[in-house]
């Protein structure tokens, strides 16, 4: 387990990214090398949908882990534009975590 990517996450080690580390280290250190970024909301997306047509897609634990979290994402950035002191005051925890994963 990555601490500066659990550090990231606030410490909240059921949000960890384990299978997408296990089977695509390259796709999550990008993730987190744009997690400031604003090309990071573009990534997510480019991840999650395919636009240019036959692409395989991710085994369906790893696209869980990433659609969860672009929500992170999502709702960190959301919290920060809102000037909010603590952005996990607003992360619902139960949203964010997948039965059978």
Do not use: C
Request: hydrophobic share 40%.
């Amino acid at each position: 387990m990555n601490k500066k990517i659990l550090g990231i996450l606030q410490g909240k080690e059921f949000l960890y990214p384990h299978e997408l580390e296990k089977q695509y280290l390259r796709v999550m250190s990008k993730i987190f090398e744009l997690w400031l970024t604003p090309q990071a909301g573009e990534y997510f997306l480019d991840l999650m949908l395919d636009k240019r047509g036959g692409r395989q897609g991710f085994p369906p634990k790893v696209a869980a882990e990433i659609f969860r979290l672009s929500l992170v994402h999502e709702r960190s950035r959301t919290v920060l534009k809102s000037g909010a002191n603590d952005p996990w005051k607003l992360v619902g925890t139960r949203d964010l975590q997948f039965r059978n994963m």
